[in-house]
């Protein structure tokens, strides 16, 4: 449904760790933003994770899912917590609930090399990187989570490749890299990375892939094997566009990719549905550094900007879509100009990187 212009609600999950830390920082940033670009955007935080698990019992209560599922979007900080666990050992994971229940196959996880930001890679061309990880996040080795069979001789997970989940992540791939070759003004470049040559469902993910390639003659389309891209990812990520994969893989992958750029903290990302968005920091909720106030709120800001721009996609007014332009803008402007957070070995905590990124957005 499109959204009537200047009206949008966005229910706000900041979860635990530092999920809340870096939420403030995007309410901050987007409550600039709002106010600069004239947007009518209505927050309601909704409380859910692993901390409401242990005071209620429940991780999302239904009243709270279907609170988020009736907003435009969904901006949400990271759940769960090591020590807080459900009876079989599980991590309680409510955002991945959300990703199932509301349909979101489409993982979208950019990485960027942002300037300034030392680089884990000493070549040159790393500064480059420029590549989006579009990870299934509704079947693949997940679809059996919560449904493994586990008897005292053996553990069983099942994974799961579906036809029409597989169009659709295809259909999205090429639809973005459209996009990105428009706006980038160079071809844009599909590659599938799969285990094709060892499993009979990534040789049906294959087909079904290449299939859809035809539609969009425009695109280069390639296939790669899931153990040769942990290679190249390190060898040569800057040869690298769109890259669809099976939802473990990009689990694995996007860590990967994220350390080649400066860390979890540099990783935005948003679960896409076709009625449904969920946006979010790749990174977890970092028990380690929660409640010193040095998280790093990129992943965050960044996540908050590809929310402004899909909301513009869908009909909020060209003012959300400058508003994310203008972010995306300022976080590159505040590490070039110095800014230095503490994951990258700077002094700069959660609250001094806002004030870094407030600083250049126009007043
Ligand atoms: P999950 O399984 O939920 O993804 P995890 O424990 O595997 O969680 P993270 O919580 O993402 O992973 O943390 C991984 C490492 O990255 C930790 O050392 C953490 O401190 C660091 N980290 C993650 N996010 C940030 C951030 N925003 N700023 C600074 N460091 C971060």
Redesign the pocket.
């Known amino acids: 449904m499109p959204l009537g212009s200047n009206s949008v609600r966005i229910a706000v999950m900041p979860g635990d760790?530092?999920g809340t830390e870096?939420t403030e920082a995007a309410l901050a940033v987007l409550e600039r933003l709002a106010q600069r670009h004239g947007l009518g955007i209505a927050t309601e935080t909704l409380a859910a994770g692993a901390f409401h698990y242990r005071e209620t019992g429940t991780a999302m209560d239904e009243a709270t899912f279907r609170r988020a599922e009736a907003a435009d979007a969904i901006l949400l900080g990271?759940m769960?917590w090591p020590d807080i666990r459900y009876s079989d050992g599980t991590e309680i994971a409510p955002q991945l609930d959300l990703r199932f229940r509301l349909n979101l196959y489409a993982g979208v996880r950019p990485f960027r090399a942002l300037p300034g930001v030392p680089l884990a890679l000493a070549d040159p061309r790393a500064r480059e990187m420029d590549l989006v990880i579009l990870r299934e996040s509704t079947e693949g080795l997940f679809f059996s989570r919560g449904r493994g069979v586990v008897t005292e001789e053996m553990a069983e997970e099942t994974l799961r490749i579906t036809r029409p989940v597989t169009e659709r992540l295809s259909r999205f791939a090429f639809r973005l890299a459209e996009r990105r070759a428009a706006r980038r003004g160079r071809p844009g470049r599909v590659t599938l990375v799969d285990k094709a040559n060892v499993f009979r469902a990534f040789a049906f993910m294959r087909a079904v892939f290449d299939e859809v390639a035809r539609e969009f003659p425009g695109v280069s389309a390639a296939h790669h094997y899931v153990d040769a891209m942990a290679l190249d990812l390190v060898r040569r990520p800057w040869a690298f566009d769109v890259l669809p994969m099976e939802n473990m893989f990009g689990d694995i992958l996007s860590d990967l990719a994220a350390g080649l750029i400066g860390?979890?903290?540099f990783a935005p990302s948003a679960d896409v549905g076709d009625a449904h968005a969920v946006f979010q920091?790749a990174?977890?909720?970092?028990?380690?550094?929660a409640g010193k106030g040095?998280?790093?709120?990129t992943?965050m800001l960044l996540s908050a900007a590809m929310m402004l721009d899909w909301l513009a996609g869908r009909g909020a007014g060209e003012g959300f879509a400058e508003a994310a332009a203008e972010l995306e803008a300022a976080v590159d402007a505040a590490f070039a100009g110095g800014l230095r957070?503490?994951?990258i070995g700077g002094r700069d905590g959660t609250a001094a990187a806002t004030r870094a990124v407030l600083d250049r957005i126009g007043g």
Do not use: E, K
């Not at 990174?283 to 550094?289: E, F, K, L, S």
């Not at 040095?294 to 709120?297: D, T």
């Open positions: 760790g530092i870096v990271a769960g860390g979890m903290g920091p990174h977890g909720t970092a028990p380690d550094i040095v998280a790093n709120p992943a957070t503490a994951d």
